[in-house]
Every structure is written in C-alpha cells, then in structure tokens.
C-alpha cells in the first residue's frame, strides 16, 4: 500500500471563518474523508491529511473553535495533524500584506518539509489557497530532499489585478507574478483556477502557461446549508427590525467598496416599488469607513435597513424567507464570488449580478438569473423593475433554471473530488 501526504493550507476556514476563501477551505476539508475511503478502496492509497494556516492569538477576529475542532477531528481521524504557521504577525492578521505572505509560505513549507522527513510518504500533495501561501508549494518543491514525490498547487480565489484594479498594489502584483512564473517552470507546481473567468485572467493578464492550470471550480458545500424554522427567521428579522410584512430586496456580503453597496442605495432611491431593502455589510477592513459611509448614503430613508453585524445566519435566513423577492450583488470587481449560487439554491429569491469580471460567467440573463451594467444608478433601477414586472410564472421558471444549474455545476464537495483526482492522475 502506498502512503499519500496531503496538505491544504489557508488563512481562513481553519482557525477562522469569515471569507469565500474559509468557505472553499473548509468544504474542501470535509471532503477529505470521502476520498480518503475512495483512495483506500480503487487505488490501495492510505491518506494522511494535514492542515496549515495562520497562528491565530485566541482572541483573533472571527476565530472559530467549532470549525477548529471539525478540522482537527478530520486531521487525527486519517493520522495526520493541525499545524499552524507563524506570519509575522501578533496572532491577529488574516490576509496580511507582503511582509505576513514571505514568512508564512516559508514557515507553512518548513512545516510540510518537516512532516515529509519525519515520515516514509510515496507521495504528497500541497495545496495552497490564496495570496498568502502562494511560495509555500515553491519553496517545498524546490527543498525537498526526500523520496517522496510531491505535487503543489496555488488556487487564487483572486488577484491584484482584480480585486485593487486603479489601485494596484504593486507589492502584491510583484509576488503573484514572481508565484506565477515559478509554477510556469516546474511540471510539478500547477495553478488551480476556480471559474473560467479566472482561468482566462491568469493566463492573459499574468502569463500561467495553459499546461499549467488545472480546474478547482468553485461551488457552495450543499450539506452546510441547514433549513431553518420560520418562527426562528422571524425572530431574527424582529431582531434587526427587518419587517415580516413585506416583500424584501437583498444586498449582503463583506464590507468594502468594491462590492457596490452604494450602486444598490442610490438605484433603489430610484424606485417607487412596494419592498423594503436590507443591507448585510460585515466590517472587514477598519481603514475601509464602509458603516460610516452607508448610513450617510441612506440617511433619510425609511424603507431599507442597514446592518453591520457579522453573522453567516441572517443572510442564509434572508435567502430562505419566502417573501425575500430579489438578492443583488452590484460588485464592481468580483472574480468569482459564492452568493449567486447561495442566491439560487435557496430557490425563494431572483438572483441579480453586475456585469463585472467573474459574476457573468455564473449567470445567464433572464435564464437562471439576471445581469445589470452598473455605469448607471438608472440602468440598476431599470433592471430591478423589469425583473418585478414579468409574469410570476417567469419569475418562477427562472428560479427553478437557476436551482437545477447549481446542483447540476456548483456542488463544492463534487468539484474539489474531480479537482484532487486530476491531481491524484497526475501525481501517480
């Protein structure tokens, strides 16, 4: 029988959850058991899984002991363990800047180096996800005086180029290109791209060579979705003074510019429509005044509330109320985000997305969903009264389209198995 190492190594969704990063991270963890069991079974392979993220002080924001012990139970239920990395840091930066990225790649690949020599592996696989850990899979390659053969892949749930765009960090930009080139030069790193989208924008604005990349799609982990009861919704909604009496349009997702939360107050300022409209914006970024400056944007109005609260509960719950008629995400930059497919597979809300970057490519305008340009606070309005005003039995076939494509396409737990086997392919 031969022995695989695999390690999967994240700032989120580990210690922490807070991110679409966490939410990837951890529905990749959960997946693990399964194709352990399927490894033993077809393949005579024995997997020894093994976490890497953050050293994270207790007191971290968003730290999850739930979550912790989930990752920890799958660790220890294969052999294997929950290590964490220093990043230069108090124990209290999540994502991090170039300084927190160089320290924690290189403490994350001394880790897995550590374990390698420790240990008879045939083979290893070293996944990293997302900026921070994008040397790590290098810097074990390129060091790895043992036996075992090993596999590393960086999966950028975005970039630079994309998420700063007429901000560019250049610092950011420097390290992804340099990530990018190293895994051009090695058959053995390789590029996991979460949506055509991304896949398209790694190889023409950053230069991965197409042998290089590989598929990990992005998708939503079905079996977290839990239903809850009416009476608990209600009494939520009556928590945030969110009304139980009237057709609701939605916004919700992290706090920051980018996602468009001011498109959305100024297009529904627009509208003499019988809804009431709920804004969810966690706080993310303390330099990034997102509170401040929507409680400006909706001073005076009557019919929207606005919540700066985290919890992933509200949304989930807005999602499952039958009155909710419509959830917006108006980003004005996203490269592949979670809630159109959240939106969908709830089947009670209409999905509506902006025509940026990654969120076209998830939804077919007046299929499955609806697109809006966002040039224009008007063409937004236009949009959402042009979806009020079909037939309800459109509005219900779209709603049905919507939830057969993201069973059919987005299972989170189906995409990363088809992801690990192609690796598995390739590895042996």
């Known amino acids: 029988m031969k022995k695989l190492s695999v390690f999967i190594a994240s700032f989120d969704g580990i210690l922490t959850r807070h991110s679409g990063v966490g939410s990837a991270t951890i529905a990749y963890i959960r997946t693990i058991p399964e194709i352990r069991k399927a490894l033993l079974l077809n393949r005579s392979i024995d997997l020894t899984f093994y976490a890497l993220t953050n050293k994270y002080d207790a007191s971290a924001w968003s730290r999850n002991l739930e979550i912790e012990k989930e990752v920890r139970d799958i660790c220890h239920s294969t052999g294997g363990k929950l290590l964490t990395c220093l990043n230069n840091s108090s124990g209290d930066t999540h994502?991090?800047?170039i300084q927190n990225w160089t320290c924690v790649s290189a403490s994350a690949a001394t880790q897995a180096v550590q374990v390698l020599e420790n240990n008879e592996f045939d083979y290893c696989i070293f996944m990293a996800h997302d900026t921070p850990y994008a040397m790590a899979p290098i810097y074990l390659v390129k060091q790895n005086f043992t036996k075992?053969?090993?596999?590393?892949?960086?999966?950028?749930?975005g970039t630079s180029l994309i998420h700063e765009k007429g901000e560019y960090n250049l610092d950011r930009i420097k390290w992804e290109s340099e990530a990018f080139q190293e895994?051009?030069?090695?058959?053995?790193?390789?590029?996991?791209?979460?949506?055509n989208f991304m896949k398209n924008h790694l190889h023409i604005d950053y230069g991965v060579n197409q042998e290089s990349l590989l598929p990990m799609l992005n998708g939503i982990d079905f079996k977290e979705l839990i239903k809850y009861k009416k009476q608990n919704i209600v009494k939520i909604f009556n928590k945030y003074n969110i009304p139980t009496n009237k057709p609701l349009i939605v916004t919700y997702g992290r706090g920051?510019?980018?996602?468009?939360?001011d498109i959305f107050i100024e297009a529904v300022k627009k509208l003499k429509l019988p809804f009431h409209y709920v804004l969810q914006a966690v706080p993310y970024n303390p330099i990034d005044d997102i509170e401040l400056k929507l409680k400006d944007a909706t001073n005076g109005m009557n019919n929207i509330t606005t919540i700066f609260e985290w919890s992933f509960d509200l949304p989930r719950m807005l999602l499952q109320w039958d009155k909710t008629f419509l959830t917006c995400l108006l980003s004005r930059r996203e490269p592949g985000a979670l809630i159109p497919a959240e939106i969908r597979y709830n089947a009670k809300s209409l999905c509506l997305v902006s025509d940026q970057d990654g969120l076209p490519c998830q939804v077919t305008d007046g299929v499955?969903?609806?697109?809006t340009e966002i040039d224009s606070y008007e063409k937004v309005a236009d949009k959402i009264k042009h979806i009020y005003?079909?037939?309800k039995d459109k509005q219900e076939l779209i709603k049905r389209t919507g939830l057969n494509l993201i069973k059919e396409n987005y299972n989170m737990r189906n995409n990363f198995s088809a992801s690990f086997n192609n690796l598995v392919n390739n590895l042996i």
């Open 183 to 195: 895994f051009n030069k090695n058959s053995n790193l390789f590029v996991c791209h979460i949506s």
């Open 368 to 371: 499955d969903g609806f697109i």
């Open 389 to 391: 005003q079909l037939p």
């Open 256 to 261: 920051a510019s980018y996602k468009g939360y």
């Open 148 to 157: 075992t053969k090993i596999i590393g892949t960086f999966t950028p749930h």
């Open 95 to 97: 994502f991090g800047n």
